[in-house]
């Protein structure tokens, strides 16, 4: 029996639904709609597709968005600046800073001049403390798609959506989506591990997974021996092979034949991520009316 697919595009469309009538419901309140700065530094191809992608989609839930683009060449110190005119704005409700920068650029300093109250990105050091402490903090956007996507698995399995005692590895410890995820799941009841590419017996270790999140950044390697029969696999991979194709973390047609339910690549981690920017945005802006 094939693995339900995890479909990131119907589950962010109707996220991005209620989010307009969100954005109906506190627009009179605030006296304005929602705002989102994003900051794009460069050229690179890739990135420039991202913001076009966030910005149509904000837009169509009724959030106003402002693009700030500055050159490659851009200094530390101005693009610094940049961030905190930005955050001393007070008709603004979220900052994206769009990563990864020239490697000229100093990312933590970035970060750390963006007010961590409208991160929405979920990168500041500040939210990323709260993060670990679990206090209230505005999340990383992926890990946060993640979750809703495991709850939506819970859904389409109907399955119960307390994760409490269940078993959930983690492939990949970067600071965007292995770590976070990690105290996201912990936050849940989960019982953690985090794994690597230097992970012994890696295998060994996923197959033990009742959640497994691939984020290790190599295509397809997670194959069917690393998956437990019935498990919810999350693939937040994507690789470009040299024919062209997309591929996440995971070997897709080989999780279908042993997992419960898996997210495809794109269409799984992908849209959820920029759902949960704009949730973090209209979130932002929400708790300026309670302020």
Same mark, same amino acid.
């Given at each position: 029996?094939?693995?339900?697919?995890? #479909?990131?595009?119907?589950?962010?469309?109707?996220?991005?639904?209620?989010?307009?009538? *969100?954005?109906?419901?506190?627009?009179?309140?605030?006296?304005?709609?929602?705002?989102?700065?994003?900051?794009?530094?460069?050229?690179?191809?890739?990135?420039?597709?991202?913001?076009?992608?966030?910005?149509?989609?904000?837009?169509?839930?009724?959030?106003?968005?402002?693009?700030?683009?500055?050159?490659?060449?851009?200094?530390?110190?101005?693009?610094?600046?940049?961030?905190?005119?930005?955050?001393?704005?007070?008709?603004? #409700?979220?900052?994206?800073?769009? $990563?990864?920068?020239?490697?000229?650029?100093?990312?933590?300093?970035?970060?750390?001049?963006?007010?961590?109250?409208? *991160? &929405?990105?979920? /990168?500041?050091?500040?939210?990323?403390?709260?993060? /670990?402490?679990? @206090?209230?903090?505005?999340?990383?956007?992926?890990?946060?798609?993640?979750?809703?996507? +495991?709850?939506?698995?819970?859904?389409?399995?109907?399955?119960?959506? *307390?994760?409490?005692?269940?078993?959930?590895?983690? @492939?990949?410890?970067?600071?965007?989506?292995?770590?976070?995820?990690?105290?996201?799941?912990?936050?849940?009841?989960?019982? &953690? &591990?985090?794994?690597?590419?230097?992970?012994?017996?890696? @295998?060994?270790?996923?197959?033990? @997974?009742?959640?497994?999140?691939?984020?290790?950044?190599?295509?397809?390697?997670?194959?069917?021996?690393?998956?437990?029969?019935?498990?919810?696999?999350? #693939?937040?991979? +994507?690789?470009? $092979?040299? *024919?062209?194709?997309?591929?996440?973390?995971?070997?897709?047609?080989?999780?279908?034949?042993?997992? %419960?339910? &898996?997210?495809?690549?794109?269409?799984?981690?992908?849209?959820?991520?920029? %759902?949960?920017?704009? %949730?973090?945005?209209?979130?932002?802006?929400?708790?300026?009316?309670?302020?």
């Amino acid at each position: 029996m094939s693995a339900q697919i995890i #479909d990131g595009q119907v589950l962010a469309k109707s996220i991005q639904e209620k989010l307009g009538r *969100d954005v109906l419901e506190i627009t009179p309140k605030l006296g304005r709609a929602p705002k989102l700065a994003v900051v794009l530094v460069g050229d690179d191809p890739a990135s420039k597709v991202y913001v076009r992608s966030k910005t149509k989609k904000a837009r169509q839930c009724g959030i106003e968005v402002e693009d700030f683009f500055l050159p490659a060449s851009c200094t530390n110190e101005a693009l610094q600046g940049q961030l905190r005119t930005l955050s001393a704005s007070p008709g603004l #409700d979220g900052i994206l800073l769009q $990563l990864p920068l020239p490697k000229h650029l100093d990312e933590f300093s970035a970060l750390l001049s963006i007010d961590a109250g409208k *991160d &929405v990105d979920g /990168l500041h050091p500040l939210n990323q403390g709260l993060l /670990l402490r679990g @206090a209230d903090a505005l999340e990383p956007c992926t890990p946060k798609g993640c979750l809703s996507l +495991i709850d939506e698995a819970c859904r389409l399995l109907s399955r119960n959506s *307390d994760l409490s005692g269940l078993h959930a590895v983690v @492939a990949g410890r970067s600071i965007l989506v292995g770590k976070p995820v990690a105290q996201m799941l912990l936050a849940r009841h989960c019982t &953690v &591990v985090m794994c690597h590419s230097r992970t012994k017996a890696l @295998a060994e270790e996923c197959r033990r @997974a009742d959640i497994l999140i691939a984020a290790v950044g190599k295509p397809e390697i997670i194959r069917m021996d690393f998956i437990k029969p019935g498990a919810i696999v999350i #693939d937040v991979g +994507i690789n470009r $092979l040299a *024919d062209g194709r997309l591929v996440g973390d995971v070997n897709f047609d080989e999780a279908m034949a042993v997992a %419960a339910a &898996v997210t495809p690549v794109p269409g799984g981690v992908g849209p959820m991520t920029i %759902a949960m920017l704009l %949730a973090n945005t209209v979130e932002s802006a929400r708790r300026k009316l309670k302020s």
